[in-house]
Nanobody
Framework: QVQLVESGGGLVQAGGSLRLSCAAS????????MAWFRQAPGKEREFLAF????????HYADSVKGRFTISRDSAKNTVFLQMNSLKPEDTAVYYC???????????WGQGAQVTVSS
């Protein structure tokens, strides 16, 4: 399994932006589909977006489409989540994940807290 470490979380006002980063531990990063999920208190984990191995295909949940952008930099073994027009309901712990298919993620990061104030 690949080890993943998220960074970039924090507190932001509604309407603001944050960029999350997720650094992977190994060069095989480019063989994984990478995704972002989030989990708010008392709620189930929610899929947000994935990007395929070469970065050419992305898919988003309706809740974030048009506001969030997933991207990857294989030279840096890092995947990003640019979050714009943030809303208080985006408050959650955000996780990156690595998998061999878009429905099966075996490696997870420790999570990054994102808090959006109204």
């Amino acid at each position: 399994q690949v080890q993943l470490v998220e960074s970039g979380g924090g507190l932001v006002q509604a309407g603001g932006s944050l960029r999350l980063s997720c650094a992977a531990s190994e060069r095989t990063f480019r063989t994984y589909i990478m995704a972002w999920f989030r989990q708010a208190p008392g709620k189930e984990r929610e899929f947000l977006a994935f990007v395929n191995m070469n970065g050419g295909i992305t898919h988003y949940a309706d809740s974030v489409k048009g506001r969030f952008t997933i991207s990857r930099d294989s030279a840096k073994n890092t995947v990003f989540l640019q979050m714009n027009s943030l809303k208080p309901e985006d408050t959650a712990v955000y996780y990156c994940a690595a998998g061999v298919t878009q429905n099966n993620y075996a490696s997870w990061g420790q999570g990054a807290q994102v808090t959006v104030s109204s």
